[in-house]
């Protein structure tokens, strides 16, 4: 691929992101569109809405970017969490180390690769991507110093960042645990794996246990019952009725000769319309006691008088029998993921190493694909195994249409299919908490797109270009360093032409809410449900979109002194990233549950191993281009970074992993003080509730509560009105707040 079909590349994907993100401008404006762009904010309050028709609406504006841009952290933290704050830190992190490694490998790196060898220039449109990489600098070139001074430029920087940021999440980490003074899960343990003893129910065992062991701290228990299928049907049936009972249905819904939907109702069949008032008490509820004493599972919650009582037995063994008796900390109410505490405990390590065998057999069925793009990328070479695919190149557009877009875009495709299968492996494997499952799938999809997008693509280039060499080198260690120093720069083809393509596309794609705008229409048209309030809302999915980011800066890392015209898109992409994940955090999506930064350890493991594999081809690339000063200079750099990870590890991470006990004795001191503790204990009987639709929610913070009251007010006084009302009110409620 030549500079004019990269431009050309670029300016396709530019106008179509151009084109998408004018049309979300004007979709948000529209008032029948409101569940879609604005669910984080229609969960938080319910108003009838007078949205008159104004010409402004079908005229784009970039007003929703510089709201986006003006938002503070503050508010970030108070809409979506720590674990949106961390995620935002992660895309700035990647702005800044990568605006450093533009400007030190666009105006020192590239004009050396550019002018490596002594060979006659074509005009910048006609050259080949190649002569811009290190593959263009001749073996012994006294320049490649630079490339070293620049290595170490990136390196020196990246780690002075993640330093700070690991330093400011944890930090804010503590902040968040202190702050959450009502929380129900510092005083709550699950239990798993209860013994079964004869003419006992388990909550009879578990009851004089936590009594004989526990006689101080034990305040009461709360056991997980098996009925995944009943509580389901309960939940559908809960949103069924939420639909019905909405006004606009009831306003729809009156004796009429047309037949309506797909029901074809008319006035004798009609919908009845029930009252608000609950016509089933317990005891004609879907389970007396002795059904549920059946329906007893190894598992409970139990609730203890202190966090520090429960932080002790989630820690620590309670058996000798490391099988029986297995305590973990609780989650959140909104957070706990009730279906897999009902799963026996024993059968979870077979679960795992089934999940193990299964991610080996997808990794090696998804090397299809991977071989079927990069072998279209290098078509020239392909001719040389196939010579009847000579025809078909011989047109120059469909060469670079094959070449160039098609590729990435059947790559992409496959891709799709990756989150929702390991978001089904984690569920597999066991995870009790849906922050969890989805903490346990972004790692699982950070592997597999580290190896299927980054080394199967690269080796695949090799094995292509090294076919009527000798193909059996792929296979020796010795040879690995060299392998991927040459195939890395010319792999960059393909890695350009997928930052255009899944990385600026995606975000275009992120904005427009395809699922959910098809979801809208289908609810508004087929169902003639109008009350918006009844569509739904997501959680961000972060296990999409933090191994995206990820492994960008893994391209961008291994590829800034290798093949530094990448930075400049992988640079672009970051800068939208930032504004359209803040406006999605803003306004789309809804914070059921918070992993209290968790993510932050991921981000920071993955981005050091990106370093250390760009120092480890680095110094292949100067030991192939026979420089021993820069290969003798990057050897000591290898050993700083891994250093570097290993004082991290220690000073940090042990916050990410357990609560320090200080910190939870002196916030039970102050309950006590304050006289809080009784009224917390009452609080927690009724918080966590398998059977119902919803749990108590009683980790709201005091500036959520406020920002509610606020909501409230406003819509009392006939402020909020209009969708452009709706669309301000953040920024104008959060902006008197500070945390």
Known sequence: MNISALLTSAGINTAVCAVLFSLYSVLRKQPSLVSVYFGQKLSRLDTKRNDPFWFGRLIPSPSWIVKAWDASEDELYLTGGVDAVVFLRAVVFSIRVFTVAAIVCLFLVLPLNYFGKEMEHKQIPEEQLTVFTIGNVEEGSRWLWAHCLALYIISCCSCLLLYFEYKNITKMRLTHITSSHSYPSHFTVIVRAIPWVEEESYNDTLTKFFTDYYASSYLSNQMVYQSGAVQKLMSDAEKMYKMIKSPNMEKHCVPRFMRCGFCGGTAATSFKILSDEPKISRRDSCFDG?????????????????????????????????????????????????????????????????????????????????????????????????????????????????????????????????????????????????????????????????????????????????????????????HIPNLLAKAVPATATFFMTYVLTSGWASLSVELIQPFPLVCNLFYRFILRNKDDSSYGAYTFPYHTEVPRVLLFGLLGFTCSILAPLILPFLLIYFVLAFLVYRNQILNVYVTEYDSGGLYWPIVHNTTIFSLVLTQIIALGVFGIKESPIASGFTFPLIIFTLLFHEYCRQRFHPIFRKTPAQIVIEMDRKDEHCGRIEEIHMQLQSAYCQFGSKSLNMHKSTEHNQIESVLADSIETGDIVTLEDLDDITPAILGKRSI
């Open 290 to 478: 002795s059904d549920l004493r059946k329906k007893e599972c190894g598992a409970a919650l139990v609730f203890f008088r202190t966090r520090y009582a429960a932080l002790v037995a989630s820690e620590a063994l309670q058996s000798p029998n490391p099988m029986s008796w297995v305590t973990d900390s609780a989650p959140e109410p909104c957070d706990i993921f009730w279906s897999n505490l009902s799963v026996p405990y024993r059968l979870l390590w077979i679960r795992r190493i089934a999940v193990v065998v299964a991610s080996i057999f997808f990794v090696i069925f998804f090397l299809v694909p991977v071989v079927f793009t990069q072998s279209l990328v290098h078509l020239d070479k392909l001719t040389k195994i196939f010579p009847f695919l000579k025809d078909i190149i011989k047109r120059k557009v469909m060469e670079q249409l094959i070449s160039g877009y098609l590729p990435s875009v059947v790559f992409i495709l496959f891709l799709y299919i990756v989150p929702p299968l390991m978001m089904l492996f984690s569920t597999l494997e066991g995870a009790i908490s849906r922050s969890q499952r989805k903490r346990s799938t972004c790692v699982k999809v950070v592997y597999f797109v580290i190896w299927n997008v980054f080394f199967a693509n690269i080796l695949t280039e090799a094995a292509i270009d090294h076919y009527q060499v000798s193909i059996t080198k792929l296979g020796d260690a010795k």
